[in-house]
T-cell receptor, first 115, second 113 residues
């Protein structure tokens, strides 16, 4: 069974640009969530999608957005990039999106560098 | 909201020694406490978890303890091996949405051969 796949693996952008990251969950998983990982802040929850609907959102500015397609694949978009957006962006999938009831599976992430 | 503090931020041990990582949480409603291991270049992977109705759980060389009164929980790794070298994250969840899963800032464990 294939794991969670994130593309691209690395990205370099300049300030002001926008970027789109992609996540393909494990087959059968309908929940996809996104996290930002930085050395200083650890893992911070961005948002969660379930059956094409955003179900939960973390405390990030509106420049961060996402969507989910009917095949459960998800994309995350960051507009007007800032230097502070440099981070590892992780995607996690599960069947129902309830951590207490099932395991979360993480992808290897997309390392975004903003110059 | 929930706040999870994790200590130490870095830990270096000799192969064969034990390693202990400690976390505290603030929200007494939290009832699920997973631990994740993140190896270099990979995403976090769940290694063990504990629920609030249990005080201790073991899985081979790994154990987790929970003290609900003091609101802290710990990860214990015995007989450490070089392949245990990784970043370990604790987390706390009070149920409901995934946004309620709050992570600690991580501990970088180095096991020296």
């Amino acid at each position: 069974k294939a794991g969670v796949t994130q593309t691209p693996r690395y990205l370099i952008k300049t300030r002001g640009q926008q970027v789109t990251l992609s996540c393909s969950p494990i087959s059968g998983h309908r929940s996809v969530s996104w996290y930002q990982q930085t050395p200083g802040q650890g893992l911070q929850f961005l948002f969660e999608y379930f059956s094409e609907t955003q179900r939960n959102k973390g405390n990030f500015p509106g420049r961060f957005s996402g969507r989910q397609f009917s095949n459960s694949r998800s994309e995350m978009n960051v507009s007007t990039l800032e230097l502070g957006d440099s981070a590892l962006y992780l995607c996690a999938s599960s069947r129902t999106g309830e951590p207490t009831n099932e395991k979360l599976f993480f992808g290897s992430g997309t390392q975004l560098s903003v110059l | 909201g929930e706040n999870v503090e994790q200590h130490p931020s870095t830990l270096s041990v000799q192969e064969g020694d034990s390693a202990v990582i400690k976390c505290t949480y603030s929200d007494s409603a939290s009832n699920y406490f997973p631990w994740y291991k993140q190896e270099l270049g990979k995403g976090p992977q769940l290694i063990i978890d504990i629920r609030s109705n249990v005080g201790e759980k073991k899985d081979q060389r790994i154990a987790v303890t929970l003290n609900k009164t003091a609101k802290h929980f710990s990860l214990h790794i015995t007989e450490t091996q070089p392949e245990d070298s990784a970043v370990y994250f604790c987390a706390a969840h009070k149920g409901g949405s995934q946004g309620n899963l709050i992570f600690g800032k991580g501990t970088k464990l180095s096991v020296k051969p």
